[in-house]
């Protein structure tokens, strides 16, 4: 019996689908992460904690797409905040200033003290994004570091190293940097430095040597959502960018609400100068959000210089004088009245959802020793990952490259087959919505699926 047989035979309608998307996008899928082989299951419904696909099978959904859904699919506090929003203003988007941009950033600033001023986007890429010319601005120095593994978008800048094979990545001390994508220019690889992420001696090294070309260090707090950085390292990494002067940018796009409400910043108790958030702060909307010192904010502040497309103004300072942002759909009432609807939610649930990653964590967990088997579930908060055959603890992306990847994913294919949905290779994101029930059929299909593999 294949495991990828196992869940294929019960995909028809899936399979069927995606030769017909095909036909429409290549590789029939709009974002090349959603593709995987043979295909994808195609979803067509989702209710709290479930998915349901086109041949009716029902799944415990743990991607929850990408871990944006804190509160679950469809929660209802939020669809009517959204569906009021719709008819309180009469319109879904005004073009000017409004007042969900204030009482939403007030709000986030609440939780995130770190952030003096903030901007919004419509994606987790625009914010990090923002975050690099605004350090770029602000130092005047446009090299980036970031660190091997770490993921901030898809862009040049910023596609570098984020899953290099490793025997061509160089030392593990001073990793190349990589490109990750056909049609890149190479200049990018050249201008984004690779760091070593948890080791702060090499970091150090390498920071030093380019002190006056690196304006920003960006970093996962926790990488892919579920390797800690170690406190020692982050305490090291803070004080060193602010003695050369580099802007020190956390990416709390996946740890945002999620390693709580402050976010891993909180956790570690070390204030960013920027931070990028994304995914959970939209609850499901496109939404991203960039916030920090005020002086570093307010380069993009327009009443610094003049208005780019007025001409009129031409006696104020040259626009080059201000840092240029803007996006039609920025801070679209609609995206931040789900926003705030979702921390309603957490701000009441949040502690809840912690506790139930916890159980099924440690359940996890049993039922690996129970199996006799070399592995654990990796995390913080209501992410996590499940790692095999790890020697030690996982401190990087080279840990997690030497661990039993193979038979992880065999692993995530058969527990596909058992109505658990983790896009095979993926991390668990748990959401308000998943309730005991949940969590114990998920650890009777682990049970299953461990016994299959191992015994
Ligand atoms: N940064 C991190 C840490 C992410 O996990 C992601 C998305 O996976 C992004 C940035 C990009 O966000 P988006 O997909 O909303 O553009």
């Given at each position: 019996e294949h495991p990828i047989l196992d869940y294929k035979e019960e995909t028809p309608s899936s399979q069927a689908f995606m030769e017909e998307a095909e036909e429409v996008m290549p590789g029939g899928v709009?974002?090349?992460?959603?593709y995987f082989e043979p295909h994808p299951v195609v979803m067509k419904h989702g209710k709290g904690s479930k998915l349901t696909d086109m041949d009716e099978n029902e799944y415990i959904d743990y991607l929850m797409s990408y871990g944006s859904l804190v509160t679950g699919h469809g929660h209802e506090h939020v669809k009517k905040a959204i569906m009021e929003q719709m008819d309180r203003d009469?319109?879904?988007?005004?073009g000017t200033p409004h007042y969900l941009e204030v009482e939403m950033g007030k709000r986030l600033q609440k939780h995130f003290?770190?952030?003096e001023l903030l901007r919004y986007t419509n994606s987790g890429t625009e914010a990090t994004l923002l975050s690099l010319r605004l350090a770029a601005a602000h130092t005047g120095k446009h090299k980036i570091a970031k660190f091997e593994g770490?993921?901030?978008?898809?862009?040049d800048q910023m596609?570098?190293?984020?899953?290099?094979?490793v025997r061509e990545?160089?030392?593990?001390?001073a990793p190349y940097s990589l490109?990750?994508?056909?049609?890149?220019?190479?200049s990018h690889a050249r201008n984004t430095i690779t760091l070593p992420f948890n080791n702060l001696k090499a970091c150090k090294k390498i920071l030093l040597q380019h002190k006056d070309e690196i304006g920003a260090v960006m970093i996962e707090p926790v990488q892919a959502g579920f390797i800690p950085a170690e406190k020692s390292f982050m305490k090291g990494l803070r004080q060193i960018t602010e003695e050369l002067g580099m802007v020190l940018i956390f990416?709390?796009?996946?740890?945002g609400y999620r390693t709580?409400?402050?976010?891993?910043q909180n956790i570690y108790g070390i204030k960013p100068d920027l931070t990028a958030l994304g995914k959970a702060i939209g609850g499901g909307y496109p939404v991203g959000v960039v916030g920090g010192k005020k002086e570093i904010m307010m380069?993009?502040?327009p009443s610094q210089g003049?208005?780019?497309?007025?001409?009129?103004?031409?006696?104020?300072?040259?626009?080059?004088d201000v840092l240029f942002h803007s996006g039609?759909?920025?801070?679209h009432p609609m995206i931040l009245a789900a926003g705030m609807a979702v921390l309603d939610i957490l701000e009441k649930e949040l502690d809840d959802v912690l506790k139930q990653t916890e159980k099924l964590k440690n359940g996890i967990n049993e039922k690996l020793r129970k199996y006799g088997v070399q592995g654990e579930a990796v995390g913080i908060g209501s992410i996590f990952s499940v790692v095999l055959?790890?020697?030690?603890?996982i401190r990087n992306y080279r840990d997690l490259q030497k661990t039993d990847l193979a038979t992880r994913k065999e692993i995530d294919f058969r527990l596909l087959g058992k109505g658990i949905y983790v896009k095979p290779m993926n991390r668990y994101s748990v959401s308000t919505a998943h309730s005991d029930e949940d969590i114990n059929q998920t650890l009777d299909a682990y049970d299953e699926v461990l016994r299959e593999v191992y015994e």
């Open positions: 709009t974002a090349n992460i959603k009469g319109t879904w988007l005004f003290p770190s952030m770490h993921y901030h978008g898809g862009y596609l570098v190293s984020v899953s290099p094979s990545a160089g030392n593990a001390d490109p990750e994508s056909k049609g890149m220019h190479p990416d709390e796009v996946k740890t709580g409400l402050g976010g891993a380069h993009s502040a003049s208005d780019v497309f007025d001409s009129s103004q031409s006696k104020r300072s040259s626009s080059k039609t759909y920025n801070g055959n790890n020697k030690e603890k």
